[in-house]
Structure formats: C-alpha cells, structure tokens
C-alpha cells in the first residue's frame, strides 16, 4: 500500500474558487478572409465580383502553397485587378509586434496585433530538418487554471479560423526564410498557445480543414502531425471524434483524482476524470489515434508516487496502448508560488507509468527562458504584475483548500474506489 508522503501546505486560510469564462469580453468580427471560407464559398466570393471562380483557386495556390498574401507575387492574376482582389480575399489580419529568441536561436515567439489590438503570441521550435509551431487559438483564456499565465489573464475573445491560419502561414513563411537558422518546413502544429481551442470549437475546426486539407484547399499537412490540446471539455472531444479528421488529441490532465483536478483545472467541476478519460478512450476508438496525456509535475502538489499509480490504473482500466503520458516539468509563471518536481521526484512518477506499461515520455521545456513554454504565454502580453499576483492568490487558494480536505496520507485504494463509485 502506497501514501501520500507529502501534500504541498496552506499560505492562506481560504480563497474563492476560480470562475470558468466562456463568455468573451469582445464581441468584434475581424474582416472576412479567404482562410475562413471553404473552395466552395471562396469561389462563389470572387463569382460576386464579377471574376471568373477559378480566380479564387489561383488566390488560394499563393496563400497556401508560397505563403504568400503580396498582389505582386500573384503574376497570374490580371495586373490591372490583383490587388482588388486581395483586398478583398487577404484583408491583413495579424501584425507582427515583437519577437523573441530563445535556445540558441532555435525557438522563436512572435507576438501578434490583431485588428481589434488584441494580442497573441506563438512559439515555433526549430530541429535538425523541421519546425513545430505552438499557436493560440483565442486572446486570454476563461479557463482560469492557477498554474497558467494566461489563465490569469481571463478571456478577452475566440479567434477566428483565419487569425489562427494566418499565424501558421506567417510562421510558415518565417521557418521557411530561414529565421531559425536554416530553411525549414513547419510540419508540426500543437494548438498549445493560449486559449483552450475546444472553448472555440467552430472556428478551430475550420482551421483544422485549413491545415490539413490539400492545396488549394489549405496547406495539406499531415494530420497526425497536428495537436488539438484540452483541459477537458468533454461534449468537445466527443465531437471532435465524429470529424473523421486523424488529428491528435492531447488531454491536460495534470492530476488523476478529482480531489486536487478540482483545484488544478477548474472545468473539472463540469467533466470529471473519469468522464474525460472516457472522453478521451472514445476519441481513440473512433479515430485510431492514441491520444497524449499531457502532466506538467509540480512539486509536492501532484508529482507523489501514489499518483503515478493511479493514473496507470486509470489508463489500464480503459485498456492498453492507447494513451501516452507526457510527464512535463512545471513552467512556473511570474509569481508563482509552486515549482518544478525534482529531478528524484520525476524519475520516480515516470518510472512508475512505465512499469504499469503506460508509454511514458518527458517533454522538453523549449522557450522556458523567453515565457514561450506552455502555461507561460501571455506573461509578456499583459501587466506581469497583475499577472502575478492573481497567479499567486489562485495557488494560494488551491493550496488552503487541499490542506482543508487533503490533509491526510492518501490511500491509493481508496482513490481507485471513489474513482470508480464516481464512474457509476
Ligand atoms: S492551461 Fe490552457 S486551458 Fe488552462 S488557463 Fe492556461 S491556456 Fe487556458
């Protein structure tokens, strides 16, 4: 039988659980972009015009194919109407604000301008012959997780398909021209950037088709190489399994038992772990992609032995082989009361998923030294110190309240009981 051996203390005596906002703070339209229509709906656009439809497709081989949305590169359009007619197919939708490198080069956050002066960042990660762009999928987040910069900084709105095509475009073009070094080709997509994309389903879906669709279509990518990321939206995930896409499906899970899920990821007081690894063997079911289990390993807080077991009796339970774990040491955010595992600590979670004979893999931390790894962006967008202290006082609130219900060693029989009683 395996304890608890330690369950991080309070700072405070209470704190206000987080709210989930899904409602957005901004309700604007960006301008209407060739990347938020299908071939079907470009062609019948550049048919109003009075132009021949096939001018759309032309329009959409330049933009997906060269990466390209400048009327002087587009010589196979009629001079005298190129650039009305990408004006009225690319309205500039992003700007690039600033950029940052970090890991020699190899890592690279931009943070966009959008119409409305809402701002984004992505990161893309440069290796030997390809490049993986982490993207944001809405301005802020409603999800409120207390380990997560951008959470802190709550929702301002969703992005539309075409504001999250264009930072793959744009990111395409810079890889491409050698920004990291040498000239590379994005292949990989994680939608890890800020935001929770299932929150934005419509608009993310579309953007989906965008990636994965062939030219003139969208770009054509591998869709095993594209990584839809969520905190759990459950209702989401089921549909996303429908979609017939072969996209991969990564579920932050971060804690296997409800008692510190609750307070870790504030949506799981709708879709409780059980529910949403159901969710998530379903999606495995339906679309033959064994799906990533995202656990960023906080120190004393979620990383204890008895853990690692649960959550391999969790996985087994609903089978084998058909989830990975992704063991990821905490980014801590500005402010953060709560810190990376151990490297004894890691060692020992990780070697636990393995003998249970979960497929176990570390991820690495690129862009940590520039806020561009995971639950860090945003930390450069708003005020740091706003965000900070609200980072602070939702882990502090967490923390009380897993003192007040957790202060006992936990016994891992218990937790597979209450686990299973909760799946009844
Ligand atoms: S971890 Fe993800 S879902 Fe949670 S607040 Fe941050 S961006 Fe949102």
């Not at 529910?275 to 998530?280: I, N, V």
Request: hydrophobic share 40%.
């Amino acid at each position: 039988m395996n304890v608890q051996p330690k369950q991080v203390k309070p700072r405070v005596e209470s704190g206000e659980r987080p709210t989930l906002t899904f409602q957005q703070k901004r309700r604007g339209k960006p301008p209407r972009h060739l990347a938020d229509l299908d071939r079907e709906q470009r062609r019948a656009l550049v048919a109003d015009m009075g132009l021949p439809a096939f001018r759309a497709d032309q329009v959409s081989r330049h933009y997906f194919d060269h990466r390209t949305a400048a009327p002087a590169q587009m010589t196979d359009l009629p001079q005298g109407q190129r650039e009305e007619i990408v004006s009225q197919l690319l309205p500039p939708l992003v700007k690039k604000v600033s950029e940052q490198y970090a890991d020699g080069g190899r890592t690279l956050k931009v943070l966009w301008k959008l119409f409305d002066d809402a701002v984004v960042e992505s990161v893309l990660m440069g290796y030997p012959d390809r490049a993986t762009l982490c993207l944001s999928s809405q301005a802020g987040c409603g999800m409120a997780c207390p380990f997560c910069a951008t959470g802190q900084a709550g929702l301002t709105r969703n992005l539309s398909t075409a504001e999250i095509v264009e930072q793959l475009r744009l990111n395409m073009a810079l890889a491409e021209s050698g920004a990291l070094g040498e000239s590379v080709k994005v292949t990989n997509v994680v939608f890890m950037g800020m935001g929770e994309p299932m929150a934005n389903y419509p608009a993310v879906r579309a953007a989906l088709h965008r990636m994965i669709d062939p030219s003139p279509e969208g770009f054509g990518m591998a869709a095993r190489h594209v990584t839809v990321s969520t905190v759990g939206l459950v209702p989401a995930i089921l549909k996303l399994a429908e979609e017939g896409l072969q996209v991969t499906l990564a579920v932050s899970l971060h804690a296997p038992d409800d008692g510190l899920r609750d307070d870790l990821i504030p949506i799981n007081s709708r879709y409780k772990v059980g529910e949403l690894l159901d969710a998530a063997r379903h999606y495995f079911v339906r679309t033959g992609r064994r799906v990533s289990i995202e656990y960023a390993l906080i120190k004393d807080m979620n990383d204890h032995q008895w853990r690692a077991e649960l959550l391999a009796a969790e996985l087994n339970a609903r089978g084998r082989g058909w989830a990975h774990v992704n063991p990821i040491p905490l980014n801590p955010t500005p402010g953060s009361i709560w810190t990376a595992s151990t490297d004894r600590a890691t060692r020992t979670f990780v070697q636990t998923l393995i003998d249970a004979g979960i497929s176990t893999t570390i991820r690495d931390t690129r862009g940590s030294d520039i806020d561009g790894a995971c639950g860090q962006l945003a930390a450069e967008v708003v005020d740091r110190d706003n965000v900070a202290r609200r980072a602070k006082q939702a882990q502090e609130a967490v923390e009380a309240r897993l003192a007040e219900h957790r202060a006992e060693p936990v016994d891992l029989a218990d937790q597979l009981a209450v686990m299973e009683q909760g799946r009844k």
